[in-house]
């Protein structure tokens, strides 16, 4: 069958149809807006970097998110849990997630190479949590 245009009445009737309004700005600060989001991506919560003869662990990822999370919680090949000190959420300004890094870095430090297993938890604003762990072969970056 060969494609014809619609007819002028039909395309007007489209043309009619009331277009959904645009969805209402998100600014992705509570838990509903950001656990799809962190369930997605989450291969990418943590990475591991060797720099200056150590192991640093990045939080980079969970912090830009950070405004939906209440607790970010972690340990190393299987040690003791500690929870990573994130920034503030600047509700108040125009980017409440955006990272100033003035006092708390991203990152937390390990010995070289003693880095295997990381596991993390985050407790998330809304009383729920979400888990994952990652091994150094999975996550190590340059």
């Not at 619609?6 to 656990?35: G, H, K, N, R």
């Given at each position: 069958?060969?494609w ?17 309004l ?12 950001v656990?799809?989001i ?14 200056e ?7 980079t990822?969970?912090l ?6 209440a607790?970010?919680?972690f ?11 994130a920034?503030?959420?600047y509700?108040?300004e125009?980017?409440p997630n955006?990272?100033?890094m003035?006092?708390?870095l ?8 003693s880095?295997?297993?990381v596991k993390?938890r985050l ?20």
């Amino acid at each position: 069958m060969r494609w014809r245009p619609a007819p002028a009445a039909a395309l007007a009737v489209i043309l009619a149809l009331p277009l959904p309004l645009p969805l209402a700005a998100q600014s992705f600060t509570t838990a509903a807006e950001v656990a799809p989001i962190l369930q997605m991506t989450r291969a990418n919560w943590v990475a591991v970097r060797e720099y200056e003869g150590q192991d640093l662990i990045y939080f980079t990822h969970l912090l830009s998110w950070r405004c939906g999370i209440a607790a970010i919680t972690f340990s190393v090949n299987g040690g003791p849990e500690a929870v990573f000190p994130a920034e503030p959420c600047y509700r108040d300004e125009a980017q409440p997630n955006a990272l100033k890094m003035t006092e708390v870095l991203p990152y937390a430090v390990a010995p070289l190479g003693s880095i295997r297993m990381v596991k993390v938890r985050l407790d998330m604003g809304d009383g729920s949590s979400m888990a994952a762990t990652f091994d150094r072969a999975g996550v190590l970056i340059d």
